[in-house]
């Protein structure tokens, strides 16, 4: 069996399929955690580091577009200061959404 504690259910199912070796999910967010944050503000990104901190301490359940609002109050308090610092709620939801086609990109791929 695969030794994959630290790693998504992505890696498992590459490595069954492909023979890709896990990667763990810290690896995974410090090697594309530049390209990630190429395609967002300072504000924005103080948020995704936030929200990458949770996804490798935790997991992919912490992507879910229901985990959202919770962060939100966690890092702001309420949903005005996070429209305050991020932008409307489309674009805050928008953000959250679409960081995480960067997370799952090949290493060294532009995006």
Known sequence: MVEAEKSDLYDVLAYIAFE????????????????????YS???KGFLDFILS?????????????KLPSFI???????????????QV?????????FQKYLYEPVGVAG
């Open 20 to 39: 890709q070796n896990p990667e763990t999910r810290q690896v995974r967010v410090d090697s594309r955690k530049d390209l990630i944050f190429s395609h």
């Open 42 to 44: 300072d504000k924005q």
């Open 54 to 66: 949770q996804y490798i301490q935790e997991g992919v359940g912490e992507l879910g577009e229901e």
């Open 73 to 87: 109050d966690l890092k702001y308090g309420t949903p005005q200061d996070a429209v305050a610092e991020l932008g």
């Open 90 to 98: 489309g674009e805050i939801r928008e953000m959250f959404l679409g």
